[in-house]
């Protein structure tokens, strides 16, 4: 289903689907902890009018949701013929409270006044096992509290004209073979119930007297804090100063944010001006305060996989600095490389994923491959953390935050980079492939070290540091012996190589999307591989299902929707070649494929991971950071060339 609508402030996260009902909400990370089930109950919203009751995810409604260009604000709209009613949100979290907001506009369609009955409904699930919650009613402050531990959620609504909600009902759900309290609405009532343990959730009842096609406002919100009472304070401004000047506060902030990169896009049609602002919302979303920005929230593939993409891999970080870097940001770019001088083991590696509170993500990398021990590491991982930090330097001369991080980020991963090698072939040794699947040494990695090693060498002589030969030698050593990685015959290069015990190289003949962006982002100089390798691609991987496009590599079965295929395609993939083709001034082709990612949006402009080879529905996570940060920084390089 995926996150159509993502709502954040770095602090608390709120994806909505598609029925615009809340699926996720992240809280005191982004990414974690998910206070929500993607395998349980997602919260709803209903309406009962004329003794007829209905739910938003019930399919009897026309639901038309998307957000804002300039602001991670809501706009959805819900029209039930059945019922003559029709809800409009303007949701948002805001961007200086830890405050989930929704103003819900409640429109009486009929030709006669009614008595229209609106219920929001939470499902809260603060514990991880769903047990162990407390969901109570607090007459003293008129609100309905969910809390465990370090989390207590307060919900509260009141009319435009400040009526607070006349009924709730609180009850267990999940457990013990209770459905859930939301049942209780159904009837268009609510029975009560003021405190319940273990598994629960709440109703909260409005009820509105609408003229003959007229509207009333519902102003509904939940404050994420780490006490009740640090909660009812906030509770207490909101209801004070109202929801519709935290609203103008939330836009502004956003405008202000986007009008740094606005002026570098003008050049582009409204379209592409258009999803490069909500790409850039998309990345913005997805960056937590502490400086992690993971690479998806969408917990729904937490349905059919094993893990969710909720994780820091500092590679898709990283990709998702670079358009920033570009467009003049600094705050995140500095926050995530502080993150990664926070996160690097002593050894000067990045591991393979953290989460947003720094501790070390899961895994499934093996310390062992054929009895021998061996990192669990992807080094490109490292490498372009170097090279963003490089990116980072020349864009904004920032020799003190360089100064900073020298000691015990820089210079560790470049020693690390330069004495990861294997002397038989003069390149990196193996580790893990930035698809995270095969152990050997890839040539896009090789590429990576290169660039990752050439930018602190750089870093170091803007320094006056002495101790940089080593990973300029080492760089050269890698390109010298690049050659190895190229099939002769078929003009391309390779995958990877592996030596065997025996200190024989086998080869992976795979012909890889990465391995030409790998040349030409970080060693675009090595044309005589480049250009062979890209028409290779062309060839054997560009549209070679009916939705077009370029799956990762030959014989891809990540997700794999419809066996015969070679892959998926995916989005990002396919605008690697989109970016190739604008730095080879052949724009119609490069347009050709922007065009064909933008097609590929949800009505609200989100990109997943790839796409079903036929139905061109989307596969995998939705959104997905990397798919958004590669459009946006496809576009920047397209408005520069105009």
């Known amino acids: 289903m995926g996150r159509p609508v993502i709502l954040s402030n770095n602090h608390v996260l709120v994806g909505l689907d598609d029925h615009a009902c ?13 206070l929500t089930s993607a395998r349980n109950l997602n919260h709803k919203v209903g309406v ?7 739910w938003l995810d019930d399919g009897s409604w026309q639901i038309d949701i998307d957000f804002e260009e300039d602001a991670l604000v809501s706009n959805i709209v819900a029209k039930n013929e059945a019922l003559a009613i029709t809800l409009s949100f303007s949701d948002f979290v805001d961007t200086h409270y830890p405050v989930f907001a929704r103003i819900i506009d409640v429109r009486n369609d009929a030709q006669d006044a009614r008595e229209v009955r609106l219920f929001m ?4 699930q603060i514990s991880r ?3 162990s919650d407390t969901a109570m009613y607090v007459p003293g402050g008129n609100y309905l509290l969910d809390y465990k531990g370090w989390a207590s959620l307060l919900i509260y609504a009141q009319t435009e004209s400040g009526q607070a909600f006349d009924q709730f009902a609180v009850g267990n759900c999940g457990i013990e073979g209770k459905e859930g309290t939301f049942r209780d609405a159904e009837d268009g009532e609510l029975g009560g119930g003021l405190v ?10 409005l009820k509105l007297n609408l003229e003959a096609n007229s509207s009333d406002k519902v102003y509904y919100w939940v404050v994420a804090s780490d006490s009740q009472f640090d909660a009812e304070a906030i509770h207490a401004s909101l209801k004070k100063g109202g929801l519709q000047p935290r609203l103008d506060a939330t836009r502004q902030n956003f405008s202000q944010w986007l009008a740094i990169a606005l002026p570098q896009f003008a050049g582009l049609s409204p379209q592409y001006q258009k999803a490069a602002k909500k790409s850039l919302l998309v990345v913005k979303s997805h960056i937590d305060k502490h400086g992690g920005i993971i690479a998806s929230c969408d917990s729904s593939i937490y349905n059919y996989g094993r893990d969710y993409y909720s994780y820091v891999w500092p590679r898709d970080g990283a990709y998702a600095m670079l358009p920033l870097i570009e467009l003049g940001y600094q705050v995140e770019p500095k926050k995530f490389f502080e993150f990664c001088a926070d996160v690097i083991h002593p050894n000067g590696y990045m591991m393979h994923k953290y989460q947003p509170d720094r501790a070390v993500g899961s895994t499934w990398h093996p310390q062992l491959h054929k009895n021998h021990p061996e990192l669990p590491i992807q080094e490109d991982e490292t490498a372009i953390v170097l090279y963003a930090l490089g990116r980072y330097l020349d864009k904004f001369k920032d020799l003190e935050f360089m100064r900073i991080n020298y000691d015990h980020l820089i210079k560790p991963a470049a020693d690390f980079m330069s004495k990861f090698m294997d002397e038989q072939t003069g390149l990196p040794h193996a580790s893990y492939d930035l698809w995270e699947e095969r152990f050997a040494c ?8 290169i660039a990752g090693l050439r930018a ?5 002589k803007c320094l006056n540091k002495t101790d940089y030969e080593p990973w300029e030698a080492t760089a050269a050593k890698i390109e010298e012996n690049f050659q190895l990685l190229y099939n002769q015959d078929g003009k391309y290069l390779r995958k990877s190589l592996l030596l065997d015990e025996a200190g024989s190289i086998n080869y992976d003949e795979t012909l890889d999307a990465s391995s030409f962006y790998g040349l030409f982002l970080f060693t675009p100089h090595l044309s005589e591989y480049m250009d062979s390798t890209l028409h290779a691609v062309e060839e054997r991987l560009l549209a070679q299902s009916p939705s077009g496009g370029s799956p990762r590599y030959e014989h891809d079965n990540y997700f794999l929707t419809k066996p015969g295929y070679t892959g998926n395609p995916w989005i990002l993939t396919t605008l690697w070649l989109a970016q190739y083709y604008i730095k080879s001034n052949r724009k119609d082709e490069a347009i050709a494929l922007i065009d064909w990612a933008l097609a590929k949006t949800t009505s609200s402009g989100m990109l997943a991971e790839q796409v079903d080879p036929e139905t061109s529905e989307p596969v995998g996570v939705l959104p997905l950071v990397w798919s958004h940060s590669t459009l946006a920084e496809t576009l920047l390089l397209l408005a520069e060339s105009s």
């Open 22 to 34: 809340v699926h996720d909400f992240y809280f005191p990370y982004i990414g974690l902890d998910n």
């Open 48 to 54: 009962w009018v004329d003794n007829q009751f209905s």
């Open 121 to 124: 409904h939470q499902a809260f």
């Open 129 to 131: 096992a769903g047990r």
């Open 196 to 205: 319940e343990h273990g598994g629960v959730d709440s109703v909260i009842r």
């Open 442 to 449: 890839h040539s896009y990695t090789a590429a990576a070290t």
């Open 456 to 460: 602190a060498v750089m870093i170091a």
